[in-house]
């Protein structure tokens, strides 16, 4: 090539912008998307695998660009695993620095691939549970920063979800930012965590593991909304709890998590007769069907393992890999919970808060009268909150 030809060259590729002069690989359309090559490309956890450009449902509103990427992370047995999520750019120019992230850990919708936020459509079964947090997520992108949304290991990628696993869960939320910053460079390193109910509980975890996981990243703060906690404390009510509802939606999830992360615990074998019949419908349905009463959610939750197992074992794990009480978080915190809340009850975020207090965690802990589970995403003064927080934190 002559030399003024190679010079010409080199300063178009200096002239575009970082995300178009960046290598990535284009991954196919539909859900092959989310079926990774044998051999996983990228290095190390948070390495990008592929990406593409995300339209329809689940692509936020408000933004430059939004895109749908598989990328590297570790599973709740400790294995490397394909994740996928998805990144939003806001409008206008990145500042100095590059743009602030906010990485959200979303709620409960289910453990089948279905369930994934990143799948989300009108008549997607879950599209509800993914729906509601939309306008929160459209205020932080519209206040200036990117916004990553992991749809956890296993949920939408090869293998299962381990619902509710602390550690899996907080990888996936804090390699999602790793992978974001390789697919466009002018993501920066503040970052924000936030999250709710089952995502509250993965904030915390990721905040908690971010200094050793991804120390490159800048965490300035962590938002918990109405977040999952004490999951051993609950399990061992299992047996107090007598009437049908929509409860025994999640208590099959949690036992089929923990059957996940924990298979030398042989939880499958603990199940009633009519539980296991169901079991393998946590697999493949999203949580509004295993709620409905021709699931789950028509037997109590007492019901669901046999009468003479002793739940211990069960509680004693479940405290061990997912509670967030013990965590040691070295940065600011908030946690939001509403008193009407009957998903997450207050009791138990208020011992969370209790907890961290005593463990010196930077905490702000604030309750909401009269506010249910979902409305301290939706509810006009807890999402204004929110957002204020988060700029707080990120300017």
Wanted: contains cysteine.
């Amino acid at each position: 090539m002559p030399k003024l030809a190679l010079v010409f060259a080199l300063l178009l590729v200096a002239a575009l912008p970082a995300s178009a002069a960046a290598k990535v690989r284009k991954g196919p359309a539909g859900t092959a998307f989310y079926t990774p090559p044998s051999h996983l490309p990228g290095k190390g956890h948070g390495g990008l695998i592929w990406a593409r450009r995300l339209t329809g449902t689940a692509a936020l509103k408000g933004g430059s660009a939004n895109k749908l990427m598989l990328y590297r992370s570790r599973g709740a047995t400790g294995k490397t695993a394909a994740v996928s999520g998805t990144l939003t750019l806001p409008k206008g120019h990145a500042p100095k620095g590059g743009w602030p992230v906010v990485t959200y850990a979303h709620g409960t919708t289910g453990i089948a691939d279905v369930c994934a936020p990143s799948r989300d459509s009108a008549s997607n079964p879950a599209h509800g549970l993914n729906a509601y947090a939309y306008p929160l997520l459209q205020r932080w992108l519209k206040a200036g920063y990117a916004v990553v949304r992991t749809d956890y290991a296993g949920l939408g990628t090869p293998g299962a979800h381990a619902f509710l696993n602390g550690h899996a869960e907080g990888y996936s939320v804090l390699d999602a930012v790793r992978a974001a910053r390789q697919l466009d460079k002018r993501i920066g390193r503040r970052v924000a965590i936030a999250g709710h109910s089952q995502g509250g509980q993965a904030a915390l975890w990721a905040a908690s593991l971010a200094r050793k996981w991804t120390p490159e990243l800048k965490v300035r703060g962590t938002l918990a909304l109405a977040p999952v906690s004490h999951l051993g404390e609950q399990a061992a009510l299992l047996r107090s709890l007598t009437s049908a509802g929509p409860i025994s939606g999640f208590a099959a999830m949690i036992l089929r998590g923990l059957d996940l992360a924990r298979p030398s615990l042989g939880v499958s074998s603990d199940l009633s007769p009519r539980a296991a019949a169901l079991y393998p419908q946590t697999l493949s349905e999203c949580l509004p069907h295993l709620q409905s009463s021709d699931s789950f959610g028509g037997m109590a939750p007492a019901d669901i393992v046999r009468s003479d197992v002793d739940v211990a074992p069960i509680a004693k794990a479940l405290s061990t890999e997912d509670d967030p009480e013990d965590l040691k978080i070295p940065t600011s915190v908030r946690i939001e919970q509403g008193t009407a809340d009957t998903t997450v009850f207050q009791a138990f975020t208020d011992a969370l808060a209790d907890s961290f207090h005593k463990r010196g965690v930077h905490l702000v802990y604030k309750v909401y009268e009269g506010v249910n589970h979902g409305g301290v995403v939706t509810t006009a003064k807890p999402a204004g909150d929110a957002t204020k927080y988060i700029r707080s934190r990120l300017g």
